[in-house]
């Protein structure tokens, strides 16, 4: 055989086992019993006994956006209005701090209770900016109250400013979140409200339909008894939720994920892992 001939054979079987091992070589992924999730904070306990099964930053103080509904929630439902009562969008309820926009045209009249089932699986501003505003004593009285309630839960290092979440200054830790959620699962109307997937209401004299906020209500792989998102830039995108996994309660705080799945993405990657190493504990290194 010529030598030329030999030369060009040994540089295919050379390339050849390059492709090979470059298209063999194994994706990144995060060591065996172990789970990488992205966002800044988090934190993952069982519902049940509050045992701690991952946690990342869980005493950072951050934004926490629209998770503040659930509070909002909380204290309208223990003031013990009609939940049939009609109510009105005005123009008190126009979001003049980040021009935020809304379906909800003023003028509006709507339940109570359609206003937070909106406001919960939605995240509908002005639905519950209407409910702190029609809250007994105004606007004022309900953040008072959603504060009152935070120190009775034990939520040291929290705030609320309003009953949106649009303002940065409604701040919270993964620890706080946690005993919040936890709080507000023993309500069964928020249990139910912020888990609806689809909900259509008339807005004038026409039939306006809301989608869930978190698209992981209508997947099947998920078994959620609550579930709140969040976004404003300060706080990047932020989910909680209570779920079943692997058979076991836990519930999930997910914070300042800065992609717009990865916080979708997080919780997808707790749930495999939880299920494939049920007795793993993980305290993430802090930045």
């Known amino acids: 055989m010529r030598p030329s001939t030999v030369l060009r054979l040994v540089s295919g079987l050379l390339l050849a086992g390059l492709?090979?091992?470059?298209?063999?070589?194994?994706?990144?992924?995060?060591?065996?019993g172990k789970v990488d999730l992205r966002s800044r904070a988090a934190l993952i306990v069982r519902a049940d006994s509050g045992q701690v099964l991952y946690a990342k930053n869980a005493d950072q103080t951050l934004p926490i956006?629209?998770?503040?509904?659930?509070?909002?929630?909380?204290?309208?439902?223990?003031?013990?209005?009609?939940?049939?009562?009609?109510?009105?969008?005005?123009?008190?309820?126009?979001?003049?701090?980040?021009?935020?926009?809304?379906?909800?045209?003023?003028?509006t009249r709507l339940t109570r209770a359609d206003l937070l089932r909106l406001a919960l699986m939605s995240s509908e501003n002005r639905a519950?900016?209407?409910?702190?505003?029609?809250?007994?004593?105004?606007?004022?009285?309900?953040?008072?109250?959603?504060?009152?309630?935070?120190?009775?839960?034990?939520m040291t290092h929290t705030r609320f400013v309003d009953g949106t979440g649009l303002s940065a200054g409604n701040r919270s830790t993964p620890q706080d979140l946690?005993?919040?959620?936890?709080?507000?699962?023993?309500?069964?109307?928020?249990?139910n409200y912020s888990t609806t997937a689809e909900y259509a209401v008339m807005v004038g004299r026409y039939r306006t339909q809301y989608r869930n906020t978190n698209p992981l209500v209508r997947n099947r792989q998920w078994d959620i008894d609550l579930t709140k998102?969040?976004?404003?830039?300060?706080?990047?995108?932020?989910?909680?939720?209570?779920?079943?996994?692997?058979?076991?309660?836990?519930?999930?705080?997910?914070?300042?994920?800065?992609?717009?799945?990865?916080?979708?993405?997080?919780?997808?990657?707790?749930?495999?892992?939880?299920?494939?190493?049920p007795q793993a504990v993980q305290i993430a290194r802090q930045p």
């Open 19 to 32: 492709l090979t091992s470059t298209h063999a070589a194994p994706a990144r992924s995060a060591p065996a």
């Open 65 to 107: 956006a629209s998770i503040t509904k659930l509070m909002t929630a909380m204290v309208v439902l223990d003031a013990g209005q009609p939940m049939n009562q009609v109510l009105t969008i005005t123009d008190a309820e126009r979001d003049r701090l980040r021009n935020t926009s809304s379906r909800l045209a003023v003028g």
């Open 128 to 154: 519950a900016a209407a409910l702190l505003r029609n809250y007994p004593g105004g606007f004022a009285a309900g953040v008072a109250a959603m504060n009152r309630k935070a120190r009775a839960l034990g």
């Open 178 to 191: 946690v005993r919040m959620v936890r709080a507000a699962a023993r309500y069964p109307t928020i249990r």
């Open 229 to 277: 998102t969040g976004y404003i830039s300060e706080a990047g995108r932020c989910l909680v939720m209570q779920a079943s996994v692997g058979g076991k309660p836990v519930v999930m705080v997910l914070m300042d994920s800065q992609g717009s799945l990865t916080r979708v993405a997080d919780a997808n990657r707790a749930r495999r892992w939880l299920e494939t190493s």
